[in-house]
């Protein structure tokens, strides 16, 4: 039977609090979930149907496709268990596999063990059947296997990713301190943005968040910047399975030449990075670059749009100090200068967005790394009535 006609659970991993956005991605292409949890959704499918995943999620980490479900109460029994799946029939002799792994048994003192053990098994396997095996080791640029392994619950996985979905593979400059591609654009599906209104980007550091949002407003999905994935090098794979998906993925790509995105930095180098980022990602053109003060960003008047923030945490005190004045500065700016727009502000510091002076409307909750964060959204009417301030020397704000 071939590999690729096989249906099995898939496992779909995402960053903590960005399963809301995945589930969001994964229905919107057509597919049902059946679970969610925290870092992932699952989903029923077979292989193409991950070459699809793969090419289409913006705010995925891994893809993850079940081979086999069993019980292990310890190393001995996870090796007698890989002994009876038929490696030589899902690696091919000549190829290259590494081994990632998430491990929790108290038999295990080290989860590198418990990869050893992964590996030994898949090369006496080959060793036995065909008097070959392929290499190993831990670049995850070709075949990928993936055990997951709780107490004595343990399941393995084709790891159908390989390298990160996270990256998208145009950001060749990081810049200082940059969200990850994946966080930036769980950000923007969580925004009321009609992907046709203006997008302004004050602060834009590397230019993550604009280029995502120009991506995202053209229909650009991340396949489209990368061509090597770890499906690609398992037995029965046919290059039309992946050709069929990318030439969907560029018939879908639309034209918004009229869209207005605006993204400024008071660094001259963070816009040159912002440019050269853009210029792979094939939106430079879309996108206003402008080195200025966020205070002086353009915004275009008698329009609708959301004003976007990702500003400085502050992780030292003299460096948190200064930065009250520059969130108090943000608010100020929202308030009498974007009146009509959607402003939206992202941050690891509670205490700081205080410093901001209005009462958002909403607040979501995301993790950037280890970092608590949140984006809160504020509603800046137009006319008389503007978003509700508050008190700059107003006791602390409850934040979620």
């Not at 069993?70 to 899902?90: G, P, S």
């Not at 591609?181 to 769980?186: T, V, W």
Request: aromatic residues 10%.
């Amino acid at each position: 039977m071939n590999l690729f006609s096989i249906k099995s659970r898939i496992i779909v991993t995402c960053s903590n609090r960005l399963s809301p956005f995945l589930q969001q991605e994964i229905s919107a292409i057509g597919f049902t979930p059946i679970r969610i949890f925290k870092t992932g959704v699952e989903l029923m499918g077979d292989l193409q149907d991950c070459i699809k995943l793969n090419l289409h999620l913006r705010s995925a980490s891994q893809v993850l496709f079940s081979i086999k479900e069993f019980t292990a109460y310890n190393a001995t029994d996870l090796y007698k268990e890989l002994m009876n799946i038929e490696w030589e029939k899902i690696i091919p002799a000549k190829e290259y596999f590494s081994i990632t792994s998430n491990v929790t048994n108290d038999t295990i003192t080290n989860n590198l063990f418990a990869n050893v053990k992964v590996k030994d098994a898949i090369a006496d396997r080959f060793r036995e059947k065909t008097g070959e095996r392929p290499n190993s080791g831990p670049e995850l640029n070709a075949v990928v296997v993936h055990l997951y392994w709780k107490e004595s619950v343990a399941e393995l996985f084709l790891d159908t990713s390989g390298e990160t979905l996270s990256k998208h593979g145009y950001r060749k400059i990081p810049g200082k301190a940059p969200m990850l591609e994946s966080l930036a654009a769980a950000n923007l599906l969580a925004l009321k943005w009609d992907r046709k209104s203006a997008f302004i980007n004050p602060m834009c550091g590397s230019g993550t968040i604009a280029i995502e949002a120009a991506l995202l407003a053209t229909n650009r999905k991340p396949g489209l910047y990368r061509n090597n994935y770890s499906f690609m090098h398992l037995c029965d794979y046919e290059e039309s399975y992946y050709d069929k998906f990318y030439k969907e993925l560029e018939s879908q790509v639309i034209d918004h030449a009229g869209i207005k995105i605006i993204a400024s930095d008071i660094s001259e180098d963070a816009i040159n990075i912002s440019k050269v980022n853009a210029g792979i990602a094939g939106v430079e053109e879309m996108i206003d670059f402008e080195c200025c003060d966020f205070a002086d960003t353009t915004i275009p008047e008698n329009t609708e749009g959301v004003i976007y923030f990702n500003p400085e945490y502050g992780d030292r005190l003299g460096v948190e100090i200064e930065l009250q004045e520059t969130y108090s500065r943000m608010g100020d700016f929202l308030k009498q200068k974007c009146k009509g727009y959607w402003g939206y502000i992202f941050t690891g510091n509670l205490e700081l967005a205080k410093k901001i002076g209005l009462k958002p409307k909403r607040r979501i909750e995301f993790y950037n790394g280890k970092i608590d964060c949140r984006l809160f959204e504020y509603e800046l009417y137009a006319g008389t009535r503007t978003a509700t301030p508050l008190p700059r020397q107003a006791g602390p704000t409850p934040l979620q």
